[in-house]
């Protein structure tokens, strides 16, 4: 199978990337892709009329992780403490979404691509955590590596998640955006200690969507491959 991967952008030169606007995907995620005998196929961003066409050339798309989600497209304006922008990927990956579900095309969002799937179906965003969010908080945006799982979610046994983790799962944590308001057609499906929405899912359009970085899991840890092979297992099954 080819399973679609949508690029992040390298917006400014640096040592090791020294192009700016470079397109660029994670290379776990690659190779989780095909360690499991699929191709990945990376969208670099691209107008958003295009989408479909891309999404034509893949069985199912993986959204990843990148910059925070531009408060514009949920009615708001930017908070003092809002993250570096890129509305360019988020008006192309918006179309990818959209076209994934016309195409009947299954979807998983790691991180900012979850958040991007909750606005897509009209939801909204933390734009920052540890300003807006009324409550204690964990910590969600961690000192340790990015390989490192640093606090436990509570997962919904029925569901897409729980099949892959039962009622826990053990996850890293890198974002200050997060789920506020759902979007109409997702349901919750796990959480963290605090409140904090983990994973979504639309089974109906073949949507899922995690809040933690799988792609920096898997090789140390078999559920969070899993979750990757369960979303292969859909992809092959909406193929057929």
Not at 54 to 81: A, K, Q, R
Request: glycine share 8%; with cysteine.
């Amino acid at each position: 199978m080819k399973i679609g991967i949508t690029a992040d952008v390298n917006l400014q030169e640096t040592p090791i990337i020294n192009l700016q606007l470079a397109s660029f995907a994670p290379k776990p995620l690659l190779d989780v892709v095909t360690k499991n005998g699929h191709l990945p196929v990376v969208f670099p961003i691209a107008p958003e009329e295009l989408a479909a066409d891309y999404v034509s050339l893949v069985d199912g798309v993986i959204i990843p992780g990148g910059p925070d989600v531009s408060p514009s497209f949920f009615n708001e304006e930017p908070n003092l403490h809002i993250g570096t922008l890129y509305p360019a990927r988020d008006y192309f990956e918006r179309a990818v979404i959209k076209a994934c579900i016309d195409q009947g095309k299954p979807v998983l969002g790691i991180c900012r691509g979850t958040q991007l799937i909750n606005v897509y179906y009209g939801g909204n965003l933390y734009q920052d955590l540890p300003s807006q969010y009324q409550g204690d908080l964990i910590q969600h945006s961690q000192a340790s590596r990015g390989f490192v799982p640093i606090h436990s979610v509570d997962v919904t046994a029925d569901s897409f998640t729980g099949q892959v983790f039962g009622a826990t799962a053990f996850v890293n944590s890198r974002h200050h955006q997060a789920i506020q308001q759902v979007g109409a057609g997702l349901t919750v499906t796990a959480k963290a200690k605090d409140g904090v929405i983990e994973a979504i899912e639309n089974l109906d359009d073949s949507v899922v969507g995690v809040q933690w970085h799988p792609e920096n899991l898997w090789q140390n840890d078999s559920a969070e491959e899993r979750l990757f092979t369960t979303f292969f297992d859909l992809v092959k099954e909406k193929a057929q």
